[in-house]
Nanobody, 122 residues
Framework: QVQLVESGGGLVQTGGSLRLSCAAS????????MGWFRQAPGKEREFVAV????????YYADSVKGRFTISRDNAKNTVYLQMNSLKPEDTAVYYC???????????????WGQGTQVTVSS
């Protein structure tokens, strides 16, 4: 059984910070790329950030560059998304995902969590 579970979402003010966590179970996801996506009401799910297994390669959507940081702790089978300087435009359900051959395209990911809500008030 493979499962990804996001946590850490909530309601924050503009300019605030949150750290999202995604805990994997059922396997170690050794060698897998881990990514974060988000989906706002009425919009398509969009890429946010991605990190490879060894954490020596990351990539971010232009909308979050300089504000968000993705990281992972392979010993804990957990990936994180540190979100700083939050804006109302960041309001969305955030999903973590894992894939063997994946980067920024959601169709290339094999496993998905159920999401955690992030709401940024103005």
């Amino acid at each position: 059984q493979v499962q990804l579970v996001e946590s850490g979402g909530g309601l924050v003010q503009t300019g605030g910070s949150l750290r999202l966590s995604c805990a994997a179970s059922g396997r170690s996801f050794s060698g897998y790329v881990m990514g974060w996506f988000r989906q706002a009401p009425g919009k398509e799910r969009e890429f946010v950030a991605v990190v490879n297994w060894s954490s020596d390669n990351t990539y971010y959507a232009d909308s979050v560059k300089g504000r968000f940081t993705i990281s992972r702790d392979n010993a804990k089978n957990t990936v994180y998304l540190q979100m700083n300087s939050l804006k109302p435009e960041d309001t969305a359900v955030y999903y973590c995902a894992a894939g063997q051959v994946a980067w920024t395209t959601r169709r290339n990911y094999d496993y998905w969590g159920q999401g955690t809500q992030v709401t940024v008030s103005s």
